[in-house]
């Protein structure tokens, strides 16, 4: 501060007298700051009602200017003589920044993330998820920066008496360029419990002397060229911005999205199971609570609730068969299997299975076998079923969530990290299927990167084979931001296993909690989709 006293002592008696207004409201801000972190950090337990903290931080935020503006009057560090009541009144105006802080957080960036998502959908381009939370960051603090620079500048046009918009344009853009240059830039490169402090006092000193040099530069009028300088430099920051996100971005893979309709569409519990209002199928259970037995006969297992004699609900297990031409239920049951999964057989019978039990139904739901609680799995499954298994066995994921391909003692990995719930699966013999976040990836049978389709942002689940093996289908999401977070888009793709590339896709609706039924038709040729209480069928393009 010496140095700094020092420095402005060599400058012009005016420049050195609004100087000494600017150090000494930067240093008032600081000193305000390192007291309410103090504060904050030590009388946590005595305080603990966040409007306790919001109404000290608005004190603070008026005070500091008032008392800086009222002692700079008296040391005639500004040509103004401004009294105590004047600066007191003037500067009620920064009670509200502490607010334009809150009004930023609506929706937890949710808001923003909307915005953000559909520029990118209009010019085609994806960006990866850690760098649209930077975006998102920065359009709260934008507009924080926004709402704090009007409060700031009626405070100084009320204590000048002097409202000049050219003053409002500058102000503006160079909040934009501290709070966004500063606050967030530090902020990730000192992320740790020192950072946040030393950037909180950098951008408080910077914050009061910018309102002290507001109010020295607002007893002169502001030219144009200082209007376009300041707007030149802000203009060349945003179009270098622009370039930097722009080469960071990659092409949005186009989804072959159809627009033909659903052959029928199905209300769930009218069909006789109305699916539990809770939770819903995971990524784990969707591809399992749905199956074809054949091209005429869907069935589906999943939780249901019906309302108790006594008050309250009773969850069972609904397993409900319908027909697929009509777009109807057949029958309806109720089982006492927990976390059951369902699978259909050529004959047009279902598996209900649930670890060591299984019962084999018609389709009208009469029990033709069942395991009586005594056997394994195995017993309810074909012998395609038990033999790619077999071959699924190559194939470990640890608890790191990295990929191993383990065959005669040895051992490779296949693929570092992958979101929670993702595991391997049997296209075909040869063919097998693994999601990891963002992309999907085929292997052979030795462990062989086949292909890879990476689509950068959204995240990608699998969801069901047909029985012929010649057709998958993914789901493909993103999730979003907020608190709490929430599916913001889900399409679900159809690949063909040969050729690995997508020949339908449709958007789902209504969009599931967390993933939505899928099953394809033992040929293929159909995909059933569903999400809370509705169910589509959709006819897919011949091969």
């Known amino acids: 501060m010496l140095a700094l006293n020092q420095c402005v002592n060599l400058l012009p008696c005016r420049m050195r007298l609004s100087g000494k207004f600017v150090l000494c409201t930067g240093a008032l801000s600081a000193a305000a700051f390192c007291a309410f972190w103090f504060v904050s950090s030590t009388v946590t337990a005595k305080i603990s009602h966040l409007g306790r903290w ?8 008026w005070i500091v200017p008032a008392a800086s503006s009222y002692l700079a009057s008296k040391r005639s560090w500004i040509p103004d003589h401004l009294t105590l009541v004047r600066c007191v009144v003037g500067t009620l105006p920064l009670i509200c920044m ?16 909307h915005v953000i998502r559909a520029f990118l959908h209009e010019i085609h381009r994806v960006l990866p998820e850690p760098m649209v939370g ?20 009626l405070a100084v046009s ?26 967030l830039d530090l902020s990730m490169s000192l992320y740790t419990a020192k950072g946040w402090p030393i950037c909180g006092l950098l ?93 005429r006969t869907i069935g589906m297992v999943f939780p249901t609730s019906q309302p108790s004699k006594g008050g309250g609900f009773e969850y069972t297990t609904c397993v409900l068969s319908i027909d697929a031409e009509r777009g109807t239920g057949i029958a309806h049951k109720e089982v006492k299997y ?7 057989r050529a004959d047009g019978s279902f598996v209900v299975a649930a670890r060591d039990r299984w019962t084999t139904f018609s389709r009208g739901l009469e029990e033709l076998k069942s395991s009586n609680g005594v056997g394994t799995l195995d017993s309810g499954r074909t012998q395609e079923d038990i033999r790619l298994s077999e071959e699924l066995r190559h194939f470990r994921l640890d608890q790191d969530q990295t990929l191993w391909f383990e065959d005669q003692g040895s051992r490779r990995a296949l693929s570092h990290g992958s979101c929670d719930g993702s595991w391997p699966h049997a296209l075909n013999e040869n063919r097998f299927f693994f999601a990891a976040c963002t992309k999907f990836m085929v292997f052979d049978g030795l462990g062989n990167l086949v292909a890879q389709e990476d689509f950068v942002r959204p995240k990608v689940n699998f969801a069901a084979v047909s029985r012929n093996r010649r057709r998958f289908a993914v789901a493909v999401y993103v999730w979003g931001f907020g608190d709490p977070s929430y599916l913001e888009e889900e399409s679900i793709v159809i690949y063909d296993v040969s050729s690995l590339q997508p020949i339908f896709g449709v958007r789902s609706s209504p969009l599931p909690k967390l993933q939505s039924w899928t099953a394809l038709s033992p040929d293929g040729s159909l995909v059933a989709i569903g999400a809370e209480q509705t169910l589509r069928l959709f006819r897919l393009p011949p091969e």
């Open 158 to 183: 009320i204590l000048t008496r002097r409202f000049r918009v050219r003053t409002l344009l500058v102000f503006s853009l160079c909040m934009l360029l501290i709070t966004n240059l500063l606050l």
């Open 203 to 295: 951008l408080t000193f910077f914050l009061g002397s910018l309102f002290s040099i507001a109010v020295s530069a607002n007893h002169t009028r502001l030219g144009i060229a200082t209007l376009l300088s300041t707007g030149g430099v802000f203009a060349i920051l945003f179009v270098a911005g622009c370039i930097f996100l722009f080469r960071k971005s990659s092409p949005e893979k186009r989804l072959p999205e159809s627009a033909a309709t659903a052959v029928w569409s199905l209300d769930l519990t009218k069909a006789g199971c109305p699916p539990s209002w809770w939770g819903g199928p995971t990524p784990y259970s969707a591809p399992n609570q749905i199956a074809f037995a054949d091209a």
């Open 338 to 344: 927990m976390d059951p999964s369902i699978s259909g």
């Open 54 to 61: 919001f109404l000290l931080a608005s004190i603070l935020c």
């Open 98 to 113: 502490p607010l334009a802080f809150v009004v930023s957080l609506i929706g937890w960036g949710d808001p923003q993330e």
């Open 134 to 153: 930077r975006l998102v960051l920065r359009f709260g603090i934008s507009l924080t920066a926004l709402l704090a620079t009007t409060a700031a500048w």
